[in-house]
């Protein structure tokens, strides 16, 4: 409503005679305010606030007079009345020299600003003002209160008697009134006869005037309240009646709301006790009260002392409330609290020390309620010193707080839109602002709450997203619309604002004329011709319809009310107005589709019709009237009308559901009387809507039904002219805010599908509902609130100096607002449960359970209910709890809503929560069954609360199963750490749970999810993109904890169990991939397992089944045979070898020669041994293989595939790659371009190409070859040197199965398989052929070694923590065993490995190798 802004200023007085200020009054029209100190009356300039004239009293008549005490302006501002300490009223006139100004503004040379405009001296410059003694009055007694009434003065004295005196000193014969004489009752009616006040010294302290309860709110001195008003027109002691407030006794100031007929009395404890007259009784009804809470301000709540002073906003929306223990704070007109100084940054310095707080003395508010001045009551005692110190004299004690207030104070109209408007005294916030919003057609401007203008481009686009949480809550920031200067300085102040539905246009109106704002092209248009802003003055307000703007004005030059339409896109001139002359002064105006609603001070209200009409250029719009309502039997007064609206809310839903499209159509009138909501409906009781086929136009002038009230104490009013199916109930409500009552909401209720509505049944609900923001802007079908809310920053660290601490910096914080929103759909929805609505509930919930924080939604109101009813003192009757969880269950979202609201409460309340939404073990069951793993860990924690370890480990296990299966890693490892937790007693470690879900077993292990090899890339580029390293344990993760020393534990066996029966599985159903990630995710020692089943699980039973398996996985195409195979090169050899010496031969000669010395060297433990068994007899023999004809085949495929990054990949040995990257690869690579190749040769080898799988595929295989290799599971190794259709594979398997004493079954195996892929691929897939060809010589020296005997003890397993290095580094870096820098276990393979690694002592990696397994880290 109304928001501090910015921090105070202190005014300058230029006078050296300064005395301390003691009283500060503005006048009525708010342009000038006088300033009284003990002998000295001031009269001020608003804007800017300067001094304009001085009266300074004789000593002689000051001693007569006593110290100046209260001023009072004539309502035409041409007289003061001051009262002085011994009873004197003294009249002062305010001549004005005419055209004298004391100060002019000054622009610079050639500026447009012209000094030519109407009113040009008025308007900027500071009259000359004198100030004359005109009158003395003496009243012979201590003079009280003043107050001015119409053409009188009331003056009330110590002595118990009120004075009427006229405004020129004279009581015209008429007596005092003795306040013993008046009778008070508790009301008007006269069965009741008055007492009398019975007491000699009762006298009033303080009262103020009512123009619209045509009386006075009055507190004596005893502390009783009441009010007084003349029965008939004389003001006479017998013609005054008194009523007194019962409750209040210890009144100590009152303020009076004319609008909204309040009276605030100001008590000794603190509090404002609102109150407001009956109309029926004439009894003083209380309303409501303005109190701290112990809950916000625990500090200071009952230490402020009485209330000083009460003043209400001129637009009487907000109320400030001073105390005598000093502070500020500001309320809306019912109650809700905006702002108080006595706690926060107000109250506490940034280092915490407690600052004392302002103590005011007087204060009043400014020209629209943008300032307010207050005499600051503490400077009296420093003013001395601070006039010795450093002549700051000049500075006295009146100090100027800013406000910005929201444009529904005073346009109630723009209630029907979705945005926020503040307005300040020269600029607006906005909380939209983006151009994109016109190609939505929904409202999506208060939903994109967007960056600030600087950030973006004109048509920026990206908005359009509007459902987006993060775009639906907004950001904090404004957009902040400078208002025109030119149109500022002859129109101050602003007093209305506008801004269209799309939040793309705003319209302000000043003092006259007015002017509109595009967002889109950042421009202002004022009127042309000055002539015609200045002649016309906006009086009801104004309102966009479509691109127009409507408002209701004076027009000056001929004395005639009018309604006006601007086009936004002409010129701003009369010449492209619609204008429609009106009867009455209009107070209000609103629009609603396609009516304009009046309403005016004779109490009528008229609607218009308002249609666009194309004509040349320019559309024009037309206005035709439809109706004329006159309301004056039910309002008392017209200023009382603080809004009035057209809707389509109605109570009679029956005929909605027959015929829908006249639902919205059907307008009742609201109308907010002094906070009471009338609503006045159609009366369709009549023959009307038979006749509707004679006459179509006789439903616009169907009679309106007598008026209801629908609610009190009611601010402001939200509805909307939109329909949508999907949202009945949100879009066809009526939205209330109601001060410190909180908002309301008026439900239509919905018969569910389409059924007869029960007779019992009403239509509609009035549900309250409180919320922590003041509202500003309701989203309807988003069912959120919008608002704003004062923040403050602290600077006062920036002064440090002594002499720097009266600075306002460092006294006040500096105060910013921010934007806020808030959901209330869960006080609807519980509202509803607690009528017995679910079904209501639910068709409500079902229409918005697509908003992103729907799930938020239901925790929030669950979580409210458990905190209420769990804590609650008393036994409840009638829990609502089992009703809420009951109303949860029937939305997906049941499961997790609960978990999450479990675990945001304390433990104490897990039985009473559990107790009515069902056991934590059975919704953990049904977790499980739906999949839903996450929320199911959440469970787990629970119950390892609620329950006995074994009931939690069971659960665990039932999980940890499930993660393993559907290859949930992150979740296995939380689980791996929570099974160690119990079975370690550490249970107070609940496991997080994840959050993250990680990717399926499909994506590929993840060691190698960021990697991507390609030998065209420079050995530089390779250094960064990837590192393999081994590391000395498991990962460190928490499954790394697992392997560590008291791995003999039950506990640890009990989970390595688990992980063995999956790992088991994953082999028996060949799902190799699948295997591969689980290994590397948890840190399985895959090798050491696989050495144990070798004879088990990990023997291949059916090698076709497990080839195609692979090739599935894998997404490995099957070779098949060209079209041109018969006579192709390859057939016989020749282009291979061919190739392959060419290739030789072009290598320089010291390339090679470092290619011999890296793979001939024997003594550098480069890379270890992947079967420690090999013999040194084994490694010469390899040794001179590896330079035999399938050094050839190596060299073959990276050649070819130079610039394919996904199709590398042949058995290369490691070190030969890094030679070749480092050396000459681009001279090989000239060299080989110079090779001719045929037609029949390309198509082959791209053919050759197109049988690899994917890169990814090929790295994974590779990795799991070396696996397998390592862990001696040779039929494995078979299977994948198949797939890869790599020779080198199949001997280097063979040599070992030559080298060692083998098992004979295993021969065997491997023959029978062989065997069967033979017989498959003669049959099935030919592709294979040419390669089995290949190694047929091998197979054939195979079943003669199967056929010897071999001792089976003599093949000794491996194990990887014993290996030692006793193998020749060649054996591994020749291309039969290496694989291309894919296998994380080998330091060979790390091809950023510079040759300085090599000088590493061999011990070093012996123990390091001895830790364990490896790992491999992608950097």
């Not at 119950?943 to 940890?960: D, G, I, K, W, Y």
């Not at 591969?1076 to 840190?1083: D, K, N, S, V």
């Amino acid at each position: 409503m109304y928001f501090l802004s910015g921090w105070p200023k202190r005014l300058l007085c230029p006078l050296e005679s300064l005395e301390q200020p003691l009283h500060i009054q503005t006048d009525p029209r708010r342009a000038f305010f006088a300033v009284l100190s003990p002998s000295q009356l001031s009269i001020w300039y608003c804007r800017p606030s300067v001094l304009i004239v001085s009266y300074k009293e004789l000593s002689k008549a000051a001693s007569q007079f006593g110290s100046y005490k209260q001023a009072e302006w004539r309502p035409d501002s041409t007289m003061i009345a001051v009262s002085t300490a011994n009873g004197y009223i003294l009249f002062f006139e305010i001549p004005s020299a005419r055209d004298k100004y004391l100060y002019e503004p000054m622009y610079p040379k050639g500026s447009p600003h012209l000094k030519g405009t109407p009113h040009y001296k008025e308007e900027q410059c500071a009259p000359s003002l004198n100030l004359e003694m005109k009158k003395v009055l003496d009243l012979q007694a201590s003079i009280t209160s003043l107050q001015s009434m119409l053409e009188d003065l009331l003056v009330a004295t110590a002595d118990g008697f009120l004075h009427l005196v006229h405004w020129d000193g004279m009581t015209n014969g008429r007596k005092a009134i003795n306040l013993c004489t008046v009778p008070f009752s508790v009301d008007l009616q006269s069965s009741r006869a008055g007492s009398f006040l019975g007491f000699e010294d009762v006298y009033i302290r303080d009262m103020e005037y009512c123009a619209t309860l045509d009386g006075f709110a009055v507190v004596f001195n005893d502390g009783r309240v009441g009010f007084i008003t003349p029965m008939s027109s004389r003001f006479t002691a017998e013609q005054l009646h008194g009523v007194w407030a019962q409750d209040v006794i210890d009144g100590t100031c009152v303020a009076v709301n004319n609008k909204y007929r309040l009276m605030a009395f100001g008590c000794a404890n603190g509090s404002v006790q609102v109150y407001t007259i009956d109309t029926t009784t004439g009894a003083m009804q209380f309303s409501h009260k303005l109190e701290l809470t112990p809950k916000q301000y625990p500090d200071i709540w009952n230490k402020t002392g009485p209330v000083k002073l009460i003043r209400w906003s001129p637009d009487s929306c907000v109320v400030m409330v001073t105390w005598e223990c000093g502070g500020l704070s500001l309320w809306s007109v019912f109650g809700a609290q905006l702002i108080c100084t006595l706690g926060g940054d107000f109250a506490y310095q940034s280092d915490g020390a407690k600052k004392d707080p302002l103590k005011i003395s007087s204060m009043t508010w400014g020209s629209e309620g943008y300032n307010l001045w207050v005499i600051d009551g503490n400077t009296s005692s420093n003013m001395k010193t601070e006039r010795d110190a450093n002549n700051e004299a000049r500075q006295f004690g009146i100090l100027q707080f800013h406000f910005i207030k929201s444009a529904l104070t005073v346009n109630p109209c723009m209630s029907n839109q979705e945005q926020v408007l503040l307005q300040g005294e020269d600029r607006l916030y906005l909380n939209c602002g983006d151009a994109t919003q016109a190609q939505n057609p929904r409202n999506t401007s208060a939903h994109s709450e967007h960056k600030p203008a600087r950030e973006r481009g004109p048509f920026s686009d990206g908005s359009l997203d509007s459902q987006g949480l993060s775009t639906l809550l907004g950001h904090r920031h404004w957009h902040v619309v400078q208002i025109h200067s030119t149109y500022l300085e002859s129109n101050w102040p602003i007093r209305f604002s506008a801004i269209d539905k799309l939040g793309q246009n705003v319209a302000v109106v000043g003092k006259f004329g007015f002017a509109h704002y595009s967002l889109l092209t950042k421009k202002w248009k004022l009127f042309g011709n000055i002539t015609q802003e200045q002649n016309m003055m906006v009086t009801g307000g104004l309102a966009w319809w479509n691109d127009f703007i409507v408002l209701a004005c004076y027009n000056l030059n001929d004395h005639q009310e009018e309604l006006r339409i601007y086009l936004r896109t002409s010129n701003l001139d009369n010449a492209f107005a619609h204008i429609t002359k009106v009867q009455a002064d209009t107070l209000l105006l609103s629009v609603f589709r396609d009516i304009v609603i009046l309403f005016r001070a004779d109490c009528s209200i008229c609607l218009y019709s308002i249609e666009r009409r194309p004509e040349g250029l320019n559309p024009t719009a037309s206005i035709q009237v439809l109706q004329e309502v006159s309301m004056s039997r039910y309002i008392p007064h017209p200023f009382l009308v603080v809004s009035v609206t057209l809707t389509s809310v109605r109570t009679e839903t029956g005929i909605t559901l027959k015929m829908p499209q006249q639902a919205c159509e059907a307008e009742s009138i609201m109308l907010n009387l002094a906070g009471q909501l009338i609503m006045l409906q159609r009366d369709r009781s009549g023959p009307q809507i038979r006749d509707k086929d004679n006459n179509p136009n006789q439903r616009k002038h169907l009679p309106f039904c007598a008026p209801v009230v629908l609610a009190q104490s009611v601010e402001n009013v939200w509805t909307t002219c939109r329909v949508n199916k999907q949202k009945r109930h949100l879009l066809e409500a009526l939205w209330l805010s109601c001060g410190g009552a909180g908002m309301k909401v008026w439900l239509p209720l919905f018969p569910r599908d389409h059924r007869k509505p029960h007779s019992f049944l009403s239509r509609r609900i009035m549900l309250p509902f409180h919320i922590n923001i003041y509202p500003l802007a309701v989203l309807f079908e988003d069912a959120l609130v919008l608002g704003a809310v004062n923040d403050t920053v602290l600077y006062d660290c920036l002064y440090t100096q002594t002499s720097a601490r009266e600075h306002l910096e460092v006294l006040f914080p500096f105060s910013i607002v921010e934007r806020t929103s808030q959901i209330y759909l869960h006080h609807i929805l519980r509202q509803l449960l607690v009528r017995n609505l679910g079904e209501q509930a639910l068709l409500l919930a079902h229409s918005c359970a697509t908003l992103p924080y729907f799930p938020h939604v239901l925790e929030l109101m669950l979580h409210e209910v458990l905190e209420e009813e769990a804590t609650s003192r008393e036994p409840i009757p009638d829990p609502l709890l089992p009703t809420v969880a009951k109303f949860i269950t029937e939305f997906p979202l049941f499961l997790q809503t609960v978990v999450h609201c479990a675990r945001k409460t304390e433990y104490a309340l897990w039985n009473y929560l559990f107790a009515a939404v069902g056991n934590p073990k059975d919704l953990f069951e049904e977790c499980l069954m739906a999949q839903d793993l996450d929320t199911a860990a959440s469970y787990l924690i629970i119950l390892q609360n609620m329950e006995v370890p074994a009931v939690s480990r069971q659960h665990a296990t039932l999980l940890f199963n499930t993660a393993l299966e559907q290859g949930k890693w992150d979740l296995c490892r939380h689980m791996i750490r929570f099974l160690k937790a119990i079975g370690s007693g550490e249970t107070e470690t609940p496991p997080a749970t994840p959050t993250t879900q990680e990717p399926s077993s499909s994506s590929g292990f993840e060691f190698f999810r960021h990697r991507s090899i390609s030998l065209s890339q420079s050995a530089e580029n390779l250094h960064g993109k990837f590192n393999l390293t081994k590391t000395l344990s498991m990962p460190s993760g928490p499954s790394g904890k697992r392997w560590s020393k008291d791995s003999d534990c039950a506990e640890n066996m009990y989970i390595d169990m688990m992980l063995w029966r999956h790992a088991r599985r994953l082999l028996e159903e060949i799902k190799l991939k699948d295997l591969g990630c689980f290994a590397a995710q948890l840190g399985f020692e895959l090798i050491g397992w696989l050495c144990k089943e070798r004879t088990r699980a990990a023997r291949v039973e059916d090698f076709v089944f497990a080839l195609k398996k692979l090739h599935k996985d894998f997404l490995w195409p099957f070779p098949v045979i060209p079209a041109s195979s018969v006579n192709s090169p390859f057939k016989n050899g020749k282009y291979k070898t061919a190739v392959g010496e060419q290739l030789l031969k072009s290598q320089s000669a010291d390339t090679f020669v470092n290619m011999e010395m890296d793979t001939g060297v024997s003594n550098t433990p480069r890379s270890r041994s992947w079967l420690g068994t090999i013999g040194s007899s084994q490694r010469e023999l390899d040794t001179v293989s590896s330079h035999g004809p399938h050094m050839q085949d190596a060299f073959l495929s990276p050649l070819l595939s130079k610039g394919d990054e996904c199709s590398i990949g042949s058995a290369t040995d490691l070190t030969e790659t890094s030679s070749m990257v480092d050396g000459d690869w681009t001279m090989v690579d000239e060299n080989f371009s110079s090779l001719s190749l045929t037609q029949s040769e390309l198509e082959h080898i791209s053919l050759e190409l197109a049988s690899k799988g994917p890169h990814k595929s090929q790295v994974q295989l590779r990795y799991l070859l070396h696996i397998f290799m390592e862990a001696g599971c040779l039929d494995w190794c078979i299977i994948i040197g198949l797939i890869l259709r790599e020779s080198s594979v199949i001997n280097q398997v063979f040599s070992i199965m030559q080298s060692s004493d083998i098992d004979r079954e295993i021969c065997q195996n491997i023959k029978t398989g062989l065997s069967a892929v033979d017989k498959w691929a003669s049959t099935d897939c030919p592709g294979y052929k040419p390669f089995l060809n290949i190694i047929k010589p091998q197979i054939q020296k195979l079943s003669e070694i199967a056929e010897e005997q071999v001792q089976p003890e003599a093949f000794q397993p491996v194990n990887p923590s014993k290996v030692t290095e006793q193998a020749n580094p060649r054996a591994e870096e020749s291309r039969t065993s290496s694989s291309h820098g894919t296998n994380p276990q080998s330091d060979a393979g790390n091809i950023n490995a510079s040759r300085h690694e090599e000088d590493k002592s061999k011990t070093e990696d012996e123990d390091s190798f001895q830790e364990g397994s490896y790992d491999c880290i992608v950097s």
